[in-house]
């Protein structure tokens, strides 16, 4: 299970990296980065780090 829980983890830090690299390409080519990517950017990152207000 822990395993398991690894490889879910590496999975979620991988599909944020990627992510957030493509919104930054958009936005250092300086073109507007669809609204769409921005939010499952954001989406991605709280799975990885979520907001324990």
């Given at each position: 299970m822990r395993?398991?829980?690894?490889y879910d983890d590496q999975l979620?830090?991988?599909e944020a990296e990627?992510?957030?690299n493509a919104v930054?390409?958009?936005?250092?080519g300086g073109v507007a980065v669809p609204k769409d990517l921005s939010?499952?950017?954001i989406?991605?990152?709280d799975k990885?780090?979520?907001n324990n207000q």
């Open positions: 395993e398991i829980a690894s979620r830090t991988k990627i992510i957030t930054f390409g958009y936005a250092s939010e499952r950017m989406t991605t990152i990885i780090t979520p």
